[in-house]
């Protein structure tokens, strides 16, 4: 019995190894197994984990190969192992997400106009980037009629998030 559970685990381990080296791998440009500090937060947003700036760069101080810019595979893979088995960064909850819209829409139309978004996200909390806010906006805006439906865009940015 003890022997079954352990080989499940270890099965459970190497899953996740595999899983962490498919995200880590796209982005080893030189194959040398490291990668650019910069994709970091974009790895561990591709492994279904939803870490603020803070704790990206609180990872990346972590992982970081003395202060050279890249992080080897070797020094990643035990970090984010944890991360992933720990669930660190776990996807906000849609009902949240639908909260804090509401909020913006003062008169409960069920949309917000883009310059509402655009100046809430770039002022509060963790601050978008005007190329970030413009990207989003082109994906998300109802070109007609000039807005964005939230629970439309909600159901996109959560529909592969775990129930």
Do not use: W
């Not at 019995?1 to 962490?20: F, P, Q, T, V, W």
């Not at 040398?32 to 760069?57: H, W």
């Not at 806010?133 to 959560?158: C, G, P, S």
């Amino acid at each position: 019995m003890a022997e079954d559970k352990e080989s499940g685990e270890n099965e459970n381990i190497l899953a996740i190894h595999r899983k962490i080296t498919a995200a880590f791998e796209p982005f080893d440009y030189e194959s040398k197994n490291t990668v650019d500090v910069r994709e970091i937060g974009t790895i561990m947003y591709s492994l279904d984990c939803f870490p603020t700036q803070a704790d990206i760069r609180e990872f990346i101080a972590e992982v970081e190969e003395n202060s050279s810019g890249t992080v080897h595979l070797d020094r990643f893979m035990p970090a984010m192992t944890k991360v992933l088995l720990e669930n660190k960064f776990p996807p906000i909850p849609r009902s949240k997400i639908f909260q804090a819209f509401k909020v913006l829409d003062k008169e409960q139309r069920g949309f917000v106009e883009p310059e509402e978004l655009t100046k809430f996200m770039m002022e509060e909390g963790e601050p978008f980037t005007q190329e970030e806010m413009d990207e989003m906006l082109t994906a998300h805006t109802n070109r007609k009629e000039n807005v964005i439906y939230y629970d439309k865009l909600i159901n996109k940015l959560t529909a592969d998030a775990p129930k």
